[in-house]
């Protein structure tokens, strides 16, 4: 019995090291995949026009980037041809209103695609918000958000990028490929993160658990 328990114990040691050592063998230029959805970017005077002066967001949860959540308000946004409700607010508030969606929903409002990277609204579509308090209509700001990699200057050092950099990203799997136009963010704020929405993800049978990798 003293040989069994001695025998089981090395054997359950070889599997635990292992483990550990396909743990650490892992591709180093692999990187995590955020899959997002249409969201709001509010500033403090439309959050006011929409849910009343000195109103302040509620937090619902953290999302991976630091110091970015997500909100228990959400809005509807109106276009030309159509409405869609139940818009989550992300925090915290900002200079500027940014909703991002998708490209289906671009359709469904009746408003032109805009595939910008965030803060570049120039020239995008205006908008008309609904909240529990009021509406506001937003002049410009209504944008697809162009996939981009956040990192920080030494994920990028490592992965031979730079801020600005425009990159392919490939992922494998039975419907797999590589998706071209991906944009680095390269900041001391940043998380190391792929950003795709949910058609880009979906296009690809990639889930939140998933991986890429950057091709050049």
């Known amino acids: 019995m003293e040989n069994y328990e001695a025998v089981l114990k090395l054997l359950l040691e070889a599997v635990k090291n292992k483990e550990v050592n396909t743990a650490a063998s892992g591709n180093p230029n692999e990187i995590p995949v955020g899959i997002s959805n249409r969201h709001i970017h509010l500033s403090e005077k439309d959050l006011e026009a929409l849910f009343g ?4 967001l509620e937090k619902l949860k953290d999302l991976s980037q630091p110091g970015q959540y997500a909100c228990k308000e959400v ?3 109106c276009g030309p041809k159509g ?3 139940k818009v989550r607010i992300l925090g915290p508030v900002r200079s500027k209103t940014q909703v991002e969606v998708l490209t289906g929903d671009c359709i469904k409002l009746g408003a032109a695609t805009h595939v910008r990277l965030s803060g570049d609204l120039n020239g995008t579509p205006s908008l008309t918000l609904v909240g529990p308090k009021g509406s506001v209509q937003i002049e410009e700001g209504l944008v697809v958000a162009q996939r981009h990699i956040h990192m920080t200057p030494e994920d990028a050092k490592n992965l031979g990028v730079h801020d600005g950099e425009v990159v392919s990203i490939k992922f494998d799997n039975l419907r797999g490929g590589i998706y ?7 900041n001391d704020a940043s998380k190391l993160e792929c950003h795709l929405d949910i058609e880009e993800a979906n296009a690809m049978g990639i889930t939140s658990k998933s991986k890429i990798t950057i091709v050049k």
């Open 53 to 56: 002066k000195g109103y302040q």
């Open 83 to 85: 409405a869609i409700e």
């Open 75 to 77: 809005v509807t946004i």
């Open 180 to 186: 071209s136009n991906v944009a680095v963010r390269a």
